[in-house]
């Protein structure tokens, strides 16, 4: 079973293999084709996460991921465009496991000096597509009055899809992925 997801928007370009001695040093990992990782949690303290309740814990991903449906509209409010992305994926999705993942999420992006794409807009867990402009309304209100509500920077950030409407994702420096990773309704998006 899939479960969230976070990228990683890099200001140079770096692969998942740069990030192999850290998470060797307290994650079983193993090197998947091209520079791609797969790898287990073995010391959530590391992080400053207890131990999981269950025996094995989530699987993880981490590998390269194309900005090509970013590219196509530009990076609005950004200075800078990212040089490349890393897709970090949880395979469970369990309340743990999305912790974990914004706390990897986190120390990633301390250790690449990178934004975080959370892969869709918070506080609405579904997709916009097909809903009508009052729903799309509503929820983008919510959406934002939840950002604007936790300290740092967030960009609502549109992206192509395949058949041609806009989609938009949130993206944001560390400081509120911080805040993010306690607030009441956190949760990465799936």
């Keep these: 079973m899939g479960g969230p997801a976070a990228g990683l928007w890099l ?28 790898f287990h949690v073995r010391d959530p303290a590391v992080l400053g996460l207890p131990r999981p309740r269950r025996d094995r814990s989530c699987a993880f991903s981490l590998g390269p991921e194309s900005l090509e449906d970013y590219r196509e509209l530009g990076f609005p409010g950004l200075g800078r465009w990212p040089a490349a992305e890393l897709c970090l994926l949880a ?59 936790l300290p740092g920077r967030v960009w609502e950030m549109p992206y192509a899809t395949g058949d041609g409407v806009c989609g938009y994702s949130h993206v944001a420096d560390r400081e509120f992925l911080a805040a993010w990773l306690g607030h009441r309704e956190f949760r990465m998006i799936k």
């Design 91 to 149: 395979h469970c999705s369990g309340k743990d496991d999305h912790l974990l993942l914004g706390r990897l999420a986190l120390s990633l992006a301390e250790r690449f000096g990178a934004l975080i794409d959370f892969g869709g807009l918070l506080g609405y867990r579904y997709s916009l597509y097909g809903v009508t402009d009052e729903e799309r309304a509503v929820c983008l209100a919510r959406s934002r009055g939840l950002v604007a509500s």
């Design 11 to 38: 200001p140079r370009e770096q692969s998942a293999l740069d990030a192999l001695p850290w998470l060797e040093s307290f994650c079983e990992v193993r090197i998947e084709s091209g520079d791609s990782l797969e």
